[in-house]
């Protein structure tokens, strides 16, 4: 589906960013892998062992000009992008009272500030081949309280951008869309979980679907939206939430008292 693709994943050290990695890349893609961590480099030597084109850079993306520069090393090493994916995010402070104004410029640097810099680095390449996909990773924070203010607003922000930007690109065949994933199982809930045994059960009261989402799922709706598939979506705002957002079953349970 994505042979001879060029993807820039954001985040691409994390739990996410490995499955959309190796997902975009079994597809065919070659992959430039963006994080500000050294552990970057591993997970793409782990990916060429599985016979991936990959291209590893440590950027961090709340500096524009180390985007700038960073993206640069990846077209030269594999050439133009033709997809990107602003999945890097990270929440810091969990509640207003925990969030001073340093931390508060923080976390929204580095989630919606971070998506723009990659993005204004990328559309002027996209622009001039008449073709291009962004899909950006927000939350279902953005849509409504659920703790993490700073995170929270900056993915409120995202979506906002997301519809700005495929407001303006769209007459130069370039599609932006954005998804929203619940709680995702990544190996900082696992680890949670060994602290707290009971949380990941305890969050799977709210899910209609009985559990919280994996990696695999925010991949595959990514790869959706990213493909020739979606060509007529652009400026959507997709829950990958296991259907959370589709109402609060805790309360409907108890409103009715019924067990459905």
């Avoid at 009985?210 to 493909?227: C, M, T």
């Amino acid at each position: 589906m994505f042979d001879r693709k060029v993807v820039f994943i954001t985040g691409a050290a994390g739990g996410i960013g490995q499955s959309l990695c190796r997902f975009f890349g079994s597809q065919g893609a070659a992959i430039g892998l963006i994080d500000q961590s050294d552990a970057v480099d591993s997970v793409a030597k782990q990916l060429a062992g599985e016979g991936i084109d990959t291209a590893p850079v440590r950027v961090d993306i709340s500096d524009a000009a180390a985007v700038k520069q960073g993206f640069a090393t990846l077209t030269e090493r594999l050439g133009t992008v033709d997809i990107l994916i602003n999945n890097a995010g990270f929440s810091k402070h969990p509640t207003f009272a925990r969030t001073d104004p340093a931390g508060w410029e923080h976390d929204v640097k580095g989630n919606l500030n971070g998506a723009y810099f990659c993005a204004h680095a990328v559309l002027p390449v996209m622009q001039d081949k008449g073709i291009g996909a962004i899909v950006n990773v927000g939350s279902v924070n953005g849509l409504g309280a659920l703790g993490d203010p700073a995170y929270s607003a900056a993915k409120a922000g995202m979506i906002s951008m997301t519809r700005s930007l495929a407001l303006e690109y769209g007459r130069f065949g370039i599609r932006v869309n954005i998804v929203l994933p619940g709680t995702v199982r990544t190996p900082i809930w696992d680890d949670r979980a060994k602290k707290e045994p009971q949380v990941l059960a305890t969050l799977k009261r709210w899910y209609p679907l009985g559990r919280i989402v994996e990696p695999i799922d925010v991949a595959r709706a990514i790869a959706f939206l990213a493909s020739d598939h979606a060509a007529g979506i652009t400026g959507a705002a997709l829950p990958v939430d296991c259907g959370l957002t589709a109402g609060n079953i805790v309360m409907a349970r108890e409103l009715t008292l019924e067990e459905f």
